[in-house]
């Protein structure tokens, strides 16, 4: 089957995907997008965390077929220029990484989450990445992170 | 429809979060997708019969259910708001939870309560379940091969709706047990439904009725005092718009914090008769995720718990 997909604004057109095939192993596999991470392929971890359309989602848990003339963005398409975006820039300077693996699903729910809400109180945090696990258990530090990047962006003009 | 019934093989897929883990772990092959996804006018929702009625679409996910549909249906939110993740949420739907049709969806006790109806359709035609006919055992429906679900019809609350619902962390659960209670308030009806107890999803007739009964002494023995069953005008012209589930919304079970101060106990009496009612509707099992024994009790005190939130809201609301 061919898939016609915009990642992380480029467009691409891969053939031979299979039916069931993921959203995850497709950009891991096909696009060659390896941010995005494999942890427990059924949704409970997040740390395969993307965007489809704008809406945040486990890429383990969608067909790739399905994002059939949609548009994805992943973990590296977060920052515009190439560079790190300013949640990742919170995550580095708070110490919020540890073994990593799941940082990139991390900060992308984390950029989800200030997108919809810039100023967070704790309970939000918790509950908008209760989707994301850290299994250094490193949550103080992920939580520091996002007030970080919060009170930052608060305080550009 | 024409597709279904041409590839009776394929399965159908929308937020894929059952279907995608049993690909993922090799437990489903199906030969083919049928993705609803791009199927137009099923992620919507409308108000029906008058705007006594929301009529869900199958394929709208339960974060737009608790954004857009939390004021009529406050308990099916509720229930949403407790599934998965936020990831979870984005993707899964009500309709998806009814075709796996597991006596733990999280959707189903608020469906039962609210007596909803599941709209379903085929190439033979469209046709309307009765929630009550739906679950028909563990992961089996009513649904025909054939078929697929076109929409979800709720009606719309009358009355304070509660959800309430035990497992072992606060989001990423599958219910140990469940519990849903809806007052209707127009029709002085009382609705619930059981989760996780039982083979299927399950209706605790013998504590609506007694429930029922109650409601209906206190009315004709409150005359025109306040706090009554059915109280006033306002009860039901105020309808839905009244925001009884804003008002618990941030208060969600799923923080990790008691949803309210527990409301002076109206009844404590009725409220344990109710909740032992409740229980004993139920026929759980013993498995991973907690005993039968657990099951009773947590659900004796779910109930206990709903339908004393449930008169809060009456009283607040008179």
Redesign the interface.
């Known amino acids: 089957m061919k898939v016609n997909v915009t990642v992380n604004g480029v467009a691409h057109s891969v053939d031979h995907v299979w039916a069931l095939e993921s959203l995850l192993d497709f950009l891991r596999e096909r696009v060659g997008l390896r941010g995005t991470k494999n942890a427990c392929e059924q949704g409970e971890c997040g740390s395969c965390s993307v965007y489809v359309d704008g809406v945040l989602v486990c890429s383990c848990l969608v067909a790739a077929v399905q994002v059939e003339g949609r548009s994805v963005v992943t973990v590296e398409g977060l920052a515009s220029d190439g560079g790190v975006h300013p949640v990742q820039q919170a995550f580095l300077d708070a110490g919020a990484v540890q073994c990593g693996f799941c940082t990139p699903g991390m900060v992308v729910a984390a950029h989800c989450l200030l997108a919809g809400h810039p100023d967070p109180d704790d309970l939000t945090v918790r509950e908008e990445l209760s989707g994301n696990l850290c299994r250094c258990t490193g949550y103080q530090k992920i939580l520091d992170a996002v007030s970080l990047a919060a009170e930052r962006s608060g305080a550009a003009p | 429809m024409l597709l279904r019934s041409q590839y009776p093989d394929a399965s159908p897929?929308c937020?894929?979060?059952d279907l995608?883990?049993d690909?993922?772990?090799g437990r489903a092959?199906?030969?083919?997708?049928l993705?609803l996804?791009?199927v137009e006018d099923i992620d919507s929702w409308e108000l029906i019969d008058d705007g006594r009625t929301v009529r869900i679409g199958a394929g709208m996910s339960y974060t737009r259910i608790i954004d857009e549909v939390s004021g009529p249906c406050p308990a099916l939110a509720q229930a949403a708001r407790t599934i998965?993740?936020?990831?979870?949420r984005?993707?899964g739907t009500v309709a998806g939870n009814l075709a796996t049709a597991s006596p733990a969806g999280d959707s189903h006790p608020a469906l039962l309560a609210c007596w909803a109806q599941v709209e379903v359709e085929s190439v033979r035609g469209p046709r309307l379940i009765d929630i009550d006919d739906f679950f028909v055992g563990p992961k089996r429906s009513a649904l025909e091969p054939d078929e697929l679900i076109r929409a979800v019809r709720v009606p719309a609350a009358t009355g304070p709706q509660q959800f309430a619902k035990v497992g072992p962390r606060?989001?990423?659960v599958i219910a140990t047990v469940s519990f849903a209670l809806n007052l209707d308030a127009a029709a002085g009806r009382v609705g619930t439904g059981i989760g996780s107890a039982g083979p299927t999803p399950l209706r605790a007739r013998a504590a609506e009725q007694m429930l029922e009964d109650v409601l209906a002494d206190r009315q004709t023995s409150a005359t025109q005092e306040a706090g009554g069953w059915q109280t006033s005008a306002t009860q039901k012209a105020g309808g839905w718009r009244r925001g009884t589930a804003d008002r618990q919304w941030g208060e969600a079970p799923?923080?990790?914090r008691p949803r309210r101060q527990d409301p002076p106990a109206v009844g404590d009496r009725v409220a344990r008769e109710f909740g032992a009612l409740v229980a004993e509707a139920a026929s759980p099992i013993d498995d991973v995720r907690g005993s039968a024994q657990y099951r009773r009790h947590a659900l004796s005190v779910l109930a206990r718990r709903c339908l004393n939130w449930a008169l809060a809201d009456l009283e607040a609301d008179a």
């Open positions: 897929i937020g894929g979060t995608m883990v690909v993922n772990f092959r199906p030969p083919t997708l993705d996804t791009s998965g993740s936020p990831q979870i984005n993707r606060n989001a990423m799923s923080v990790g």
